[in-house]
């Protein structure tokens, strides 16, 4: 069944801060940028922005231009999404699930695992993709969230998964959740830690700001030491929650019904060719990164 995104009145019930006054003022300005896929952008894609950005219309107006740019530039992640068989056969793969439950603080919550523990059936690309598009989904029917949660869970992990992770793909997934994803970073959880955690570690870390490490918790195989930020109760059965079985989840389904969603997502991208001075480049993104816009909240 197609999702109804979340209505504008409710939205504003949450008492977030944001006004509609501040939205047609960020609206004003988006009318002023040739550049921007304004006429496709609706108010709710502005209230993400302008909550993200604790409702700093300056910080705003920065996050949105680099938002939609990165859309533009990371091709691997946003170009021509669609649900289509490579996105299914994905999904056949890897399990992508907002969960039910939210953290101690009251924060959305995103669960990741492998279902095939085949590394050379691991597409790591591929699997980072889909987790945007089901993010981009679960914001257009839930809205504004105080804060996100990401777990990924390594059971099943593989020295040679390792080896499927290209620098490239871990610096512009990286670049995007600090600088540019329309939500704010309260925790990163790594589950079930195996014993080349280390290895892990040494390839992502060089691309962590200070404010991510700071919200990065590893978990030991077995450990109960998340129930502390996230109720394991939420969690799916096979790792140790009272959720629903692997098997029982329908985000597939939930896709297949929303496929004109992306369709239209897909045109909210930059024109660089209309920007006002030069045209931004991916070397642009990541030869004179100086500073951020958009901080981490850390409780």
Same mark, same amino acid.
């Given at each position: 069944?197609?999702?109804?995104?979340? =209505?504008?009145?409710?939205?504003?019930?949450?008492?977030?801060?944001?006004?509609?006054?501040?939205?047609?003022?960020?609206?004003?300005?988006?009318?002023?940028?040739?550049?921007?896929?304004?006429?496709?952008?609706?108010?709710?894609?502005?209230?993400?922005?302008?909550?993200?950005?604790?409702? /700093?219309?300056?910080? =705003?107006?920065?996050?949105?231009?680099?938002?939609?740019?990165?859309?533009?530039?990371?091709?691997?992640?946003?170009?021509?999404?669609?649900?289509?068989?490579?996105?299914?056969?994905?999904?056949?793969?890897?399990?992508?699930?907002?969960?039910?439950?939210?953290?101690?603080?009251?924060?959305?919550?995103?669960?990741?695992?492998?279902?095939?523990?085949?590394?050379?059936?691991?597409?790591?690309?591929? /699997?980072?993709?889909?987790?945007?598009?089901?993010?981009?989904?679960?914001?257009?029917?839930?809205?504004?969230?105080?804060?996100?949660?990401?777990?990924?869970?390594?059971?099943?992990?593989?020295?040679?998964?390792?080896?499927?992770?290209?620098?490239?793909?871990?610096?512009?997934?990286?670049?995007?959740?600090? !600088?540019?994803?329309?939500?704010?970073?309260?925790?990163?959880?790594?589950?079930?830690?195996? =014993?080349?955690?280390?290895?892990?570690?040494?390839?992502?870390?060089?691309?962590?700001?200070?404010?991510?490490?700071?919200?990065?918790?590893?978990?030991?195989?077995?450990?109960?030491?998340?129930?502390?930020?996230?109720?394991?109760?939420?969690?799916?059965?096979?790792?140790?929650?009272?959720?629903?079985?692997?098997?029982?989840?329908?985000?597939?389904?939930?896709?297949?019904?929303?496929?004109?969603?992306?369709?239209?997502?897909?045109?909210?991208?930059?024109? !660089? /060719?209309?920007?006002?001075?030069?045209?931004?480049?991916?070397?642009?993104?990541?030869?004179?990164?100086?500073? /951020?816009?958009?901080?981490?909240?850390?409780?």
């Amino acid at each position: 069944m197609a999702i109804k995104g979340i =209505s504008l009145e409710d939205e504003y019930k949450k008492n977030t801060g944001t006004t509609p006054e501040d939205i047609k003022k960020l609206r004003d300005w988006l009318n002023t940028q040739p550049h921007l896929p304004g006429e496709y952008m609706t108010d709710l894609d502005l209230i993400l922005i302008f909550h993200c950005c604790d409702h /700093s219309a300056e910080v =705003s107006k920065q996050v949105l231009d680099l938002h939609y740019t990165l859309r533009t530039l990371f091709t691997n992640f946003f170009k021509d999404r669609a649900v289509d068989n490579k996105t299914e056969d994905n999904l056949h793969k890897v399990l992508l699930q907002p969960l039910p439950t939210r953290s101690r603080n009251g924060d959305a919550v995103f669960y990741c695992r492998l279902l095939d523990y085949e590394p050379r059936n691991f597409e790591f690309a591929k /699997s980072l993709r889909s987790v945007l598009m089901i993010l981009d989904l679960w914001q257009f029917e839930e809205g504004t969230w105080p804060g996100f949660v990401l777990i990924f869970d390594l059971d099943g992990l593989k020295l040679g998964h390792l080896t499927k992770l290209d620098v490239q793909t871990i610096q512009q997934f990286l670049y995007y959740l600090q !600088e540019a994803m329309l939500v704010k970073v309260k925790g990163l959880h790594f589950l079930n830690a195996p =014993s080349f955690m280390d290895r892990l570690m040494m390839m992502i870390k060089p691309f962590m700001k200070k404010e991510l490490l700071e919200v990065l918790t590893i978990h030991q195989i077995g450990a109960k030491t998340l129930d502390k930020f996230v109720p394991m109760t939420g969690l799916p059965k096979e790792a140790g929650g009272e959720f629903k079985t692997f098997n029982e989840y329908e985000m597939l389904a939930r896709l297949r019904a929303n496929k004109d969603f992306f369709v239209q997502e897909n045109k909210k991208r930059v024109v !660089e /060719s209309k920007r006002p001075g030069k045209p931004k480049t991916i070397s642009d993104i990541f030869g004179s990164v100086e500073g /951020s816009f958009k901080k981490l909240d850390i409780d």
